[in-house]
């Protein structure tokens, strides 16, 4: 008996943040599908929408043995998507690992990236959200990109 009142304390305790917590994981996962969504209608107004103002994307790129970090704009980034084009562009993202405190998450993704059903290539993303007026937002990409070593 002790033990299942010990129980109950315990479910009524930490259930209430588990769920919030899920909650604002789905959340989270809602702000970085929009981008992805938005990228693979061509949509730019979607994919804008998960960015918050002065955001900031970055790529690690390797090349003849030197690693680089290339700052790319967002703005730059959003007009090539919603320039009227033919192919799909389709980056499937797995949710590694989501990490929360207040208003700021980490979001790790592994990734592969499609044009129409054809491979390109693969990496990890890293995203930076934070959660304001609008909800969750991005705030700062940064991604890695090979060819090879993609499962």
Known sequence: MKRLAILALFLMLFTPKLFAQSNEEEQ???????????????????????????????????????????????????KFLGTPHKEKYDERIVFTKILIDGPLASVWTDYKFYVDEKFSHCG????????????????????????????
């Open 28 to 78: 989270v996962k809602d702000a970085v599908n929009k981008l992805f969504t938005g990228m693979k209608a061509g949509d730019s107004t979607l994919a804008r929408s998960a960015f918050a103002k002065g955001s900031l994307m970055q790529t690690i790129v390797n090349k003849d043995g030197k690693t680089t970090v290339r700052t790319e704009s967002v703005d730059g980034f959003l």
């Open 124 to 151: 990890v993303n890293s995203f930076q959200l934070v959660k304001g007026e609008k909800g969750w937002q991005i705030v700062y990409i940064i991604d890695t990109r090979r060819k090879d070593g993609c499962k």
